[in-house]
């Protein structure tokens, strides 16, 4: 772009070009100082897809009556029912419950995340009262006053053979398992990808995988994931073992350091190795039903958000890291800003997220298309039920809810918590064994090797996560980690 004079843009003085997609709204709303530019991109923000001939109202309509009919069909009452007859969740009540109650325990805490960054606020000189547009920029310097720290700063922390010697420690005293280095074994892809083997506690070879570790634009995309290359399986009485491989993008190692993580790809790491491990350990034998494979959409983020949780343990975290100046492991300072950062307006987001999944399920059970309530307004009762803010009438979220109208969550975002619940209960679980017990945490991780990572998609998620915690779960440690317990 060039300026109205002809010069060339430029980073610092323009003319920039805002866009809506996620990685450039949220920093503008976050750190841009002009109100009123930053109320103009929110209001385009929640009018997206919402006005002429892009307005995806009428599409959604006929999404929505279109599932009726199928499920009309189908013999189900709605769509919600037909769409947890798949999943894990044994009706619509229980995700409904589910969702109160983590409502009923955001609520408030949400109403103060509001009030904090008020006084904030007007402490600072603006003299208007908040409106949405303001709520973004004000929280940001609210957590930056408090806690803020940078990736910069925990990199040095983070060498990534250190931090996978305390992943593959942390497995050894879980689930018995340990890696050897298979390098030569097996042909790669690239010179950077690594191939582990994972032996059993009896010294029995059960998996191998591949680790991907860094950043490479031109061959990989962003972020991180983990799939099967192949999955366990038994053909003609000939058992295969399965084969993992984890990507992810991590900064490549130079001549005089190796790569350094920042502390969100060492959740990262730990998220997708969860994944990893229910794919590892599976002891099922048919693979379309082994580790990862045929597992409920609302039960396959279990085990990898339970790896996340030990990102939290003090010893286990602090144990992966060793500066690489110093050989120091991270200060007490730092761990504390990073549990902090977790518990930041968690109300708020809880409430947001709760919004969505609120909304998903009255719209696959309630509405109807030839009511005079059209999905709108159903969205919008909800919404000023789960806003700390009223929301503005304008307000047409649902043109761009691409999860449930063209993605995989129709009347199934509710996972998202869902999952949360029953990981965060299954670490607690841990928990309660005393996270110290080294005697307790190995037979209860044996335990949940057995159970969660054995059965994969083989079993009932209910019954096994039920035979691991001995009852159905309960939201009660999601909310203690958040720090929204009564």
Same mark, same amino acid.
């Given at each position: ?42 209001? %385009? ?158 010294g029995k070879t059960i998996a191998w995988f591949y680790l ?122 730092? @761990? ?39 999905? @709108? ?24 809810? %691409? ?84």
């Amino acid at each position: 772009r060039k300026a109205e004079d002809g010069s060339a843009a430029t980073p610092q003085n323009g003319p920039w070009c805002i866009t809506l997609d996620y990685p450039c709204y949220v920093p503008f709303m976050e750190h841009h100082r002009n109100r009123q530019q930053r109320e103009q991109v929110y209001r %385009a923000f929640i009018t997206r897809a919402a006005d002429g001939e892009w307005d995806n109202a009428p599409l959604i309509t006929r999404i929505l009556k279109l599932r009726r009919d199928q499920v009309a069909l189908l013999a189900y009452d709605n769509y919600a029912d037909l769409s947890l007859a798949s999943k894990m969740a044994p009706d619509v009540a229980a995700v409904k419950k589910m969702l109160q109650q983590l409502q009923d325990a955001s609520k408030q805490p949400a109403l103060n995340d509001l009030k904090e960054i008020q006084e904030l606020a007007q402490k600072s000189g603006q003299q208007e009262p908040l409106a949405h547009w303001d709520v973004a920029f004000w929280a940001e310097r609210l957590r930056e006053h408090r806690f803020t720290y940078t990736d910069d700063e925990l990199r040095p922390y983070f060498p990534l053979p250190r931090v996978l010697d305390g992943l593959f420690n942390l497995c050894t005293r879980l689930f018995g398992i340990t890696f050897e280095k298979a390098d030569g074994q097996a042909p790669v892809w690239h010179d950077d990808v690594q191939f582990f083997r994972v032996l059993h506690e009896n010294g029995k070879t059960i998996a191998w995988f591949y680790l991907d570790p860094y950043s490479r634009p031109a061959e990989k995309r962003g972020g991180a994931w983990m799939d099967n290359c192949l999955s366990r399986r038994n053909v003609d009485g000939e058992l295969r073992l399965p084969v993992v491989h984890l990507c992810c993008n991590g900064t490549p190692p130079t001549a005089d350091q190796p790569s350094l993580m920042s502390f969100k790809e060492v959740e990262t790491l730990f998220h997708e190795f969860g994944h990893g491990l229910q794919a590892m350990l599976t002891t099922i034998d048919y693979a379309d039903a082994a580790g990862v494979n045929g597992i409920e959409w609302d039960a396959v983020e279990i085990a990898s958000q339970f790896m996340e949780n030990w990102c939290y343990h003090k010893p286990t975290l602090t144990g992966m890291t060793a500066h690489i100046e110093t050989g120091k492991p991270l200060p007490d300072e730092l @761990f504390d800003k990073i549990c902090a950062a977790r518990t930041f307006r968690a109300g708020s987001l809880m409430m947001r997220q709760l919004e969505f999944g609120v909304t998903d399920i009255a719209l696959h059970t309630i509405f109807n298309p030839d009511s005079e309530k059209s999905a @709108f307004d159903i969205h919008m009762d909800i919404a000023k039920k789960t806003s700390a803010l009223p929301p503005l009438p304008e307000n047409r979220f649902l043109c761009a809810f %691409a999860h449930i109208f063209a993605g995989g969550y129709a009347a199934g975002y509710y996972s998202y918590k869902w999952s949360e619940v029953l990981s965060a209960d299954a670490f607690s679980a841990f928990e309660e064994a005393g996270l110290d017990d080294e005697q307790a945490i190995a037979a209860l991780g044996r335990k949940y090797r057995d159970t969660i990572l054995a059965f994969g998609g083989g079993r009932d998620p209910m019954a096994v996560f039920k035979d691991f915690r001995g009852r159905e779960p309960r939201v009660d440690a999601l909310l203690r980690h958040y720090g929204l317990e009564h």
